[in-house]
């Protein structure tokens, strides 16, 4: 059976492919909401993008309200931002949360429907341009035609997707995320070597998403810390942004597993960003998976570096999910107590969290059979730390 695999319309990669931004936005619009965080729009190469969009005469206005994670609440403000100003195409710079808020933006402006009233469908309505400009490496966002955004009215982080919500241009410039909180990096850099992990492992992986995901598990243990622990260190920057790119690549087209269906409804019970309640499950869900599948896990474990050629498979496997939880430890991640979650809410919520995540979709894509049991086993094990 033949398997399509998508991209974004256009990529610019490479440090100050910023200033490329004008040629690539000609015919896009004639004004721009900018969708971006209140710290994001504090930093030089925020400035450097009004000047890019003054120069070329595109006017803009812009959106900070994008505070944490996405919700309808935030979404709604936005688009109420964009039919006030007359904007016609979209502009998001930042971490994950504002390109997923312009996707949902995006939906909602162009169809007057509420965006959680299409959860659970394929979005295919005709969107307004939209540019996505990471300043972090790791969400892959501007890569993939999903968006996360929570439902305030059910409490569910929900999963939409569709092609059409796959931006017209990336500008993947490794120099805007320099200023990073180390934690920041930390965070977003382990979200990517979670969608590459998931992508590979990946009911759903084909030859293609293949390759770029193993060449993303490569980078990232390459990089990671050393972007982690010295945040000036452009070539880690600079290859972490690739990485964040073809794993974000991989999971639009494989999508993700255990991990981030699991990880959801954490984020949406108990606000901890997204990537580290991915870092917080990865070690023990990719121990859970690997079982069914060694010869897959011990792969990854010989392009990360952490078995020989000629390790047997199964303790490759192994190996490699000791190597997961080394790289976590080694960018800090805290547990859940650490992070300040109160553990008698917690289990007060894992009935509610094992049935949103299954309900998600993505822990049917994982390579081992999963089951509501071994979902709350798992999340009754990040106490164990």
Not at 20 to 38: D, M, Q, Y
Not at 353 to 381: F, H, Q, W
């Amino acid at each position: 059976m033949g398997r399509e695999f998508f991209l974004p319309r256009r990529i610019i990669t490479g440090k100050d492919a910023l200033e490329s931004l004008p040629e690539h936005i000609a015919g896009f619009g004639k004004k721009a909401l900018i969708v971006t965080g209140r710290t994001v729009c504090k930093l030089e190469g925020f400035a450097r993008l009004l000047e890019l969009l003054s120069g070329c005469g595109i006017e803009y206005t812009v959106f900070t309200e994008i505070t944490g994670e996405p919700d309808d609440q935030m979404i709604k403000a936005g688009v109420e931002v964009y039919n006030a100003n007359n904007c016609d195409f979209i502009i998001a710079m930042g971490g994950g949360s504002p390109l997923d808020s312009m996707k949902a933006i995006a939906v909602w402006a162009a169809t007057g429907t509420n965006v959680c009233d299409f959860y659970g469908k394929n979005i295919a309505a005709k969107l307004p341009k939209m540019v996505a400009i990471p300043t972090t490496a790791g969400t892959g966002s501007e890569a993939t035609q999903f968006t996360v955004i929570t439902d305030t009215r059910s409490g569910v982080k929900m999963l939409l997707k569709g092609q059409a919500l796959m931006p017209d241009l990336a500008v993947v410039d490794p120099s805007l995320g320099v200023s990073s909180p180390k934690s920041i990096t930390a965070y977003t850099g382990l979200d990517a070597l979670t969608h590459a992990v998931e992508s590979y492992t990946s009911r759903r992986a084909q030859p293609l998403t293949d390759s770029l995901s193993l060449a993303a598990v490569k980078r990232i243990f390459k990089y990671l810390v050393r972007a982690y622990k010295d945040g000036g260190d452009l070539e880690a920057r600079g290859e972490m942004s690739i990485a964040a790119l073809e794993a974000g690549i991989s999971i639009n087209n494989a999508s993700v597993t255990l991990v981030h269906g699991m990880s959801r409804p954490i984020g949406a019970m108990f606000h901890v960003p997204h990537g580290l309640s991915n870092a917080m499950l990865l070690p023990d869900c990719i121990e859970f998976a690997c079982g069914a599948a060694p010869d897959r896990f011990a792969e990854l474990a010989r392009i990360a570096g952490v078995a020989a050629p000629h390790t047997e498979d199964a303790v490759a496997a192994e190996l490699f999910v000791k190597a997961l939880r080394e790289i976590c430890r080694q960018c800090d991640i805290p547990t859940l107590r650490e992070y300040g979650v109160d553990k008698d809410k917690f289990y007060g919520c894992i009935d509610k969290m094992a049935d949103d995540a299954l309900m998600s979709g993505s822990p049917a894509n994982t390579i081992r059979e999963v089951t509501k049991a071994d979902i709350l086993n798992i999340y009754e094990k990040l106490w164990q730390y």
